[in-house]
T-cell receptor, first 113, second 111 residues
Framework: NAGVTQTPKFRVLKTGQSMTLLCAQD?????MYWYRQDPGMGLRLIHY???????AKGEVPDGYNVSRLKKQNFLLGLESAAPSQTSVYFC????????????FGSGTRLTVV | EDQVTQSPEALRLQEGESSSLNCSYT??????LFWYRQDPGKGPEFLFT???AGEEKEKERLKATLTKKESFLHITAPKPEDSATYLC????????????FGTGTRLTIIP
């Protein structure tokens, strides 16, 4: 039982390059989320999805796009990377109704130089 | 603006020395208060959900409690393996479960 799998685990990008982070879950969860974690800032929500084919903006969506074409996958795209996007990115998923908490992936450490 | 504040930022305890971590929240209409544990280089791991003031939940050496303004994570007789960062989060909308996280308390248990 893999839970939530994020790929890649590490990546270094040059400013202006693009990339896609992949999140896959095998728990049949409806809800999926992308967070970024920065020192002293805590986890901040980038985008989220409440079901296949749906996406919505979170707290810090600028510079990112997402897609949820299949229920088990949630993709996070950076079209033109900036140094300010250097961070650790976490994907999470959860059931509805709430209360059981999120299941998080192990994270992607992204450095933009 | 919804806000979750955790204190202290870091805490060092001797093995067996009990203590508490604090999570204060200012949100409009709390629907759920969550505690997570995060080990270095890993994603957060769910511990507890609390829904209403007065509620308590326990798991091994951990007990979480909730009042109308704050939550406490009590650690009784901790062991070195309890060393981790503990995160608190709140949600006001069960329709999408968006969580507002605190910045965490980094707990170190010294053998």
């Amino acid at each position: 039982n893999a839970g939530v799998t994020q790929t890649p685990k590490f990546r270094v990008l040059k400013t202006g390059q693009s990339m896609t982070l992949l999140c896959a879950q095998d728990m049949n969860h409806e809800y999926m989320y992308w967070y970024r974690q920065d020192p002293g800032m805590g986890l901040r929500l980038i985008h989220y999805s409440v079901g296949e084919g749906t996406t919505a903006k979170g707290e810090v969506p600028d510079g990112y796009n997402v897609s949820r074409l299949k229920k088990q996958n949630f993709l996070l795209g950076l079209e033109s990377a900036a140094p300010s996007q250097t961070s650790v990115y976490f994907c999470a998923s959860s059931y509805s109704p709430p209360g059981a908490g999120y299941t998080f992936g192990s994270g992607t450490r992204l450095t933009v130089v | 603006e919804d806000q979750v504040t955790q204190s202290p930022e870091a805490l060092r305890l001797q093995e067996g020395e009990s203590s508490s971590l604090n999570c204060s929240y200012t949100v409009s209409g709390l629907r759920g208060l969550f505690w997570y544990r995060q080990d270095p280089g890993k994603g957060p791991e769910f511990l507890f959900t609390l829904y209403s003031a007065g509620e308590e939940k326990e798991k091994e050496r951990l007990k979480a409690t909730l009042t109308k303004k704050e939550s406490f994570l009590h650690i009784t007789a901790p062991k070195p393996e309890d060393s981790a960062t503990y995160l608190c989060a709140a949600t006001v909308n069960f329709g999408n479960e968006k969580l507002t996280f605190g910045t965490g308390t980094r707990l170190t248990i010294i053998p």
